[in-house]
């Protein structure tokens, strides 16, 4: 009887030790953490193309459009801005015929801008439809063989590049002593049978304006400016004692020089 009370007492001890020792296992665990995403939710910007339905759109039909204003910038200006103030073509800068010559107007000027005759003598005309003749622009006779004497009117203030460049054929340029000739520019004159030409009195500035072909050259101001070959070496300067600017030219270039009475 005592054995059996014994072992009774030992299996109640173990059960109990077995019931301490699980619940302390249960209080030192701790909970699992749950995992953290390492997705990051993404969030997509606005398209640029939506509009809003409370901002009125830009066409001038929108009664709730608003033209901004730009006056008080300071990069604003107002001919840029505004369409109405961009000039009109001009009716008068489109080329017009005149017989074999084509021209433009620039106000009261008019420039030759083409000639497309055959003749061997060429008369430029003093005006047309009123309005002087008072240039002959860049290469308006180039390449013309036809042309042997060609009369330049005293309108005429400006021989702009390349006018008779070769024309193998020109071989006098006529010019009156009342002659309003300001500018003869480069390669007017180049390439031509010319063997002589005169430059007038009221002439400012001549660039290298003639080839080889020229022979002398008679220039009848005193203040007359030229370019740096306006001539051959071959050529002759023909000057009045008192020009300056026939004898600068020629001691500069070595040119034969002779003095016009």
């Not at 304006?209 to 051959?232: D, P, V």
């Amino acid at each position: 009887m005592k054995f059996k009370m014994l072992t009774i007492l030992a299996v109640l001890s173990c059960l109990l030790m077995f019931a301490a020792c699980s619940s302390n296992n249960t209080n030192q665990q701790e909970p699992e953490k749950a995992p953290e995403s390492s997705t990051e939710l993404s969030v997509e910007p606005e398209s640029s193309d939506s509009v809003s339905e409370d901002v009125p759109s830009e066409d001038e039909n929108n009664p709730f459009y608003v033209e901004p204003d730009y006056s008080h910038s300071p990069d604003y200006n107002p001919d840029l801005n505004n369409e109405s103030s961009a000039p009109e073509p001009s009716e008068e800068s489109i080329s017009q015929s005149y017989n074999d010559f084509e021209y433009e107007v620039d106000g009261d000027s008019v420039t030759i801008t083409k000639y497309n005759g055959n003749e061997e003598i060429v008369n430029i005309p003093e005006k047309i439809n009123g309005v002087n003749v008072t240039v002959i622009g860049e290469s308006a006779f180039e390449n013309n063989t036809n042309i042997k004497t060609v009369s330049i009117p005293d309108s005429v203030t400006n021989i702009k590049e390349e006018a008779f460049y070769q024309c193998e054929n020109l071989e006098k340029v006529k010019l009156s002593d009342n002659s309003q000739l300001a500018v003869i520019s480069s390669e007017a004159f180049y390439f031509t049978a010319m063997q002589e030409f005169t430059i007038p009195k009221n002439c400012k500035m001549v660039y290298d304006a003639f080839s080889a072909e020229l022979k002398s050259l008679y220039i009848l101001g005193k203040e007359t400016q030229f370019g740096k070959n306006i001539c051959s070496a071959a050529t002759t300067i023909y000057g009045y004692k008192d020009s300056k600017a026939a004898q600068q030219l020629s001691n500069l270039h070595g040119y034969n020089f002779e003095v016009l009475e």
